[in-house]
């Protein structure tokens, strides 16, 4: 169903030529005390909504005050509601996408490697996972009836824990979509985009400039095994394109930041996720840099990347994937995955820190 002021839309987009038209009334754009939500559904193209809810300052929506971005989901789900506003469930509820029997109550076994915060993080101490993939994951157990339950892992690991399933039926935490993995599991949709970006001491913000910068003998690449962007460097190296540098094959990203963080006079550069090096270059007493985000590559070497959840191929990882896809729309759509999203992103995941330490040992002189 396609909700709108404008009935020509149908004509302009074909892709929705089937589907119903509800007419909006002005008001409902214009009253300030109103939100509209947007969802373009483009992994079937399937359905686009506009949607006019009727909450006076809705929990969860990204754009609130200045200093609602400092409280928690909780809070901004939970407390100080005005009159008529809408809490998470029935925000989702309004869309159809409300509380569910689907799961029965069953355990659903998530694997994650617990160290790619903002995305994931696992306290040792406390035995705690955080970070948005748990957080969003924890919704829609709520939502959907699912026990979720979560199982450490590591990258190497990751692919063969849920394919065998002894220990896990899904994944989830900083996982990169692509062909390999949509030949073994089933696939979410997308949740965020990002791209490979080399992170480096402060120290070299005038030393990495650019690919050929990196592309020398006296540098050294710090990649962690099994992650999708040991798989990027290793074809950036078959290309020539990174070819110069010695590669130190590290056994989680928490070395590699170690590392970087204990030997910042050294070349060193380790690629990650834009969003884990950014994040990481803005925790307090960092010595890592942000530059890296600057550097210009050719598309064709550095595409964009989709963050995706991961399920076995079986009749429940359908109905997981099903339901979860269904819970992501709406939450999109009402804001509350952009509410989760700040408050997984402004978490300081240093306090807790696993105390990793470089297992290489190198001579400054």
């Known amino acids: 169903v396609i909700y709108t002021q404008d009935g020509a839309i149908r004509r302009r987009r074909p892709h929705m030529a089937g589907a119903p038209i509800r007419t909006l009334s002005a008001g409902c754009v214009r009253n300030d005390r109103r939100r509209v939500a947007v969802l373009s559904w483009s992994r079937w193209h399937a359905l686009t909504a506009v949607a006019c809810l009727s909450f006076t300052s809705a929990p969860g929506m990204a754009s609130t005050t200045p200093s609602s971005s400092s409280r928690t989901v909780a809070q901004l789900t939970t407390t100080a509601r005005p009159p008529n506003a809408l809490g998470e469930a029935e925000i989702l509820g309004r869309f159809g996408l409300g509380r569910t029997g689907n799961g029965g109550g069953r355990t659903l076994r998530v694997c994650t490697t617990g160290d790619f915060p903002p995305l994931t993080f696992y306290d040792p101490s406390t035995e705690d996972f955080s970070g948005l993939a748990p957080s969003v994951l924890r919704h829609f157990g709520r939502m959907y009836n ?165 399920a076995d191929i079986s009749k429940e990882g359908d109905q997981v994937l099903h339901d979860l896809d269904r819970f992501l729309m709406g939450a999109r759509a009402t804001g509350l995955f952009e509410a989760w999203r700040r408050v997984a992103f402004q978490e300081r995941y240093q306090a807790q820190s696993r105390n990793a330490t470089c297992p290489l040992t190198f001579t400054l002189v």
């Open 146 to 310: 699912y026990s979720v339950e979560f199982a450490l892992t590591t990258w190497g690991a990751l692919q063969d824990d849920l394919a065998n399933g002894t220990k896990c039926e899904m994944a989830a935490g900083g996982i990169t979509d692509s062909e390999d993995l949509r030949s073994r599991f089933g696939v979410s949709a997308p949740l965020l985009t990002y791209r490979a970006m080399p992170l480096f001491s402060q120290e070299h913000d005038e030393l990495f400039k650019t690919l050929d910068d990196i592309n020398r003998s006296m540098v050294i690449i710090l990649q962690n095994e099994g992650s999708m962007n040991h798989a990027f460097v290793e074809d950036l190296r078959r290309r020539d394109i990174l070819s110069a540098p010695k590669l130190e094959v590290l056994s989680s990203s928490e070395e590699l930041f170690a590392c970087l963080e204990q030997y910042p006079k050294l070349p060193m550069v380790g690629f990650v996720d834009s969003t884990e090096a950014e994040y990481r270059a803005s925790l307090e007493g960092s010595r890592l840099s942000s530059a890296g985000a600057g550097l210009e590559w050719p598309e064709e070497l550095n595409p964009k990347k989709f963050n995706v959840y991961l």
